[in-house]
């Protein structure tokens, strides 16, 4: 008894939801449209359109969409929902106008990325309160905008390798900006209105936003010069004049360097390339935590009532995981004591035997000199510049030395800088080298421009009433200035 059926069963494919049929003939894109403002019958029209096309067209969000496409939908709504969906890396999602879309089905291929095709944004409302000076924003070590600020700071980095000055502060404070925004900026409409931010800079974030990277900065990258001039920078005691004179000599690499029998190098390069490899590291908290144990007994065993702070990156709230150095500041709670204090903490670490270097500079604080107006003038109080040995025994259990894999000897070199004033000028010393750079540049560009008066690492100056502003704190500071007090962890400019 042979069966046959009886009924044919006839699927359906609705066509909408189901895998297409037709081929894909661009693998490299895979369409994603937002049903949203769109409504479910266009969607549905438009996908199978595409698909006879040749393109992908997934109905579910997935890490294989690569072009999110959307008509009439706020930029700003858009990305929380993309952000909350799941997805592995947002970021590396085109978000698109329906603009992009219809392109592309008229050309019967995915069209190039142009700015237009970019979902509309609205304006930041919070846009006209940024302002142009470092020291009236608030920011912390969370940068939203890496992949913008990483590229401008390069171009930085690559004008003062020009010596174009201009340039390369108008890339560095177009970065400090962006540093100090609370979220990402996804399209060229949200930073409209935002000072600081010049044609150039907006030409390189308009490659970031469409393309994902920056040829400006991939040619700069890619130059000899430029590389030349990093790596030899990169050495301690090298700056740019040295480094210019070493390239323009034929020389490339570190190693060509050490092999010039003509290059005489001076005491401080020298360490420079014997600790490379250590002080190109990364100094942790921890290190840092450890070195300032170790600073303080020093001092304390020399002074009982001597003082010392963390500056710099490090300084106890600023936040940085990380550093290039750690920066000390050390005062005596009485004026003059502080003389004589910081070459007995520099001959007791040599005792100790962990001085691998020492440049000492006596102080010419002259006082009847006013804050002098050039930022990038060294302050005149007494300091050093230090290589410690920090031992892996030195180390608190929460944190072990910075070191290559595999590296067996149990101690590394540190870059330390150790700052010494008298007390009354603690205040100022302080707030300058607590940084960061750019925060203290703005702060002195607010002083001179706003308020008519000059401020430097040793003091205040009120030009109008032509006298000197006393101030035993970071926040007597601030109030002179008519400035709120902005923290140490919200200077990351
Ligand atoms: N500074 C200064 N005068 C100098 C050197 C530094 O006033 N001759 C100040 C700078 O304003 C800087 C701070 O001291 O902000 C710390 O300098 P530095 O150690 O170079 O920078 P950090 O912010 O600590 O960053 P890093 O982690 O790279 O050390
Ligand atoms: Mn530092
Ligand atoms: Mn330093």
Same mark, same amino acid.
């Given at each position: ?248 000599r034929g020389l490339r690499s570190l190693k060509e ?136 025994? +030195? ?6 030395? +910075? ?28 707030l300058g080298w607590t940084g960061s750079r750019q ?50 962890? +919200?200077?990351?400019?």
């Open positions: 008894n042979f069966f046959w059926p009886r009924f044919i069963i006839i699927i359906i494919f609705s066509g909408d939801r189901s895998a297409s049929i037709e081929e894909v003939k661009f693998n490299e894109v895979t369409v994603y449209l937002v049903e949203r403002k769109m409504g479910s019958s266009r969607r549905s029209f438009l996908t199978s359109l595409a698909r006879s096309k040749g393109f992908r067209v997934e109905y579910a969000l997935s890490d294989e969409v690569t072009h999110v496409v959307a008509e009439d939908n706020q930029a700003g709504a858009l990305w929380a929902w993309l952000r909350g969906s799941g997805l592995r890396d947002v970021s590396r999602l085109q978000v698109l106008d329906i603009s992009w879309f219809t392109d592309s089905m008229r050309e019967g291929r995915p069209v190039t990325v142009e700015t237009r095709h970019l979902t509309e944004c609205s304006p930041p409302t919070a846009a006209a309160s940024v302002s142009q000076y470092a020291c009236l924003r608030r920011t912390t070590t969370e940068n939203h905008n890496k992949i913008f600020t990483d590229v401008l700071e390069e171009l930085a980095e690559n004008s003062e390798f020009n010596e174009s000055k201009g340039p390369c502060l108008a890339f560095r404070r177009a970065a400090s900006v962006l540093k100090s925004l609370p979220s990402a900026v996804h399209c060229l409409g949200a930073i409209q209105g935002l000072p600081c931010l010049g044609e150039h800079t907006k030409a390189v974030m308009e490659e970031i936003l469409i393309f994902g990277r920056s040829f400006k900065v991939e040619e700069v990258q890619s130059d000899e010069r430029y590389q030349a001039l990093k790596l030899f920078t990169s050495v301690f005691g090298v700056g740019p004049k040295t480094a210019e004179k070493w390239y323009r360097i050490l092999a010039e029998p003509n290059i005489q190098l001076n005491r401080m390069q020298r360490a420079g390339f014997l600790y490379y490899r250590d002080i190109s590291k990364a100094v942790s908290k921890a290190e840092a935590k450890a070195l300032r144990s170790i600073i303080e007994e020093t001092a304390h065993w020399i002074a009982p009532d001597s003082i010392l702070a963390l500056t710099g990156g490090f300084r106890s709230h600023r936040g940085k995981e990380y550093g290039h150095d750690v920066d000390f500041l050390l005062t005596m709670p009485e004026m003059g004591k502080e003389e004589g204090l910081l070459l007995r903490v520099i001959d007791r670490l040599r005792d100790q035997g962990i001085l691998l270097y020492c440049e000492h500079q006596g102080s010419t604080v002259d006082m009847s000199k006013l804050p002098s107006r050039r930022f990038e003038a060294m302050d005149h109080f007494e300091k050093c510049f230090l290589i410690l040995r920090l031992e892996e025994g +030195q180390m608190e259990r929460d944190g072990g030395l +910075q070191k290559d894999p595999g590296e067996s000897r149990g101690w590394r070199a540190v870059r330390v800088d150790l700052v010494a004033t008298p007390v009354d000028r603690y205040a100022f010393a302080l925060f203290e540049r703005d702060l002195r560009r607010f002083a001179r421009k706003e308020r008519g008066m000059c401020l430097d690492n040793h003091a205040l100056y009120d030009k109008t009433k032509k006298l000197f502003l006393p101030a035993t704190s970071e926040e007597d500071i601030f109030a002179h200035l008519g400035l709120e007090y902005v923290e140490p962890w +919200q200077r990351n400019a």
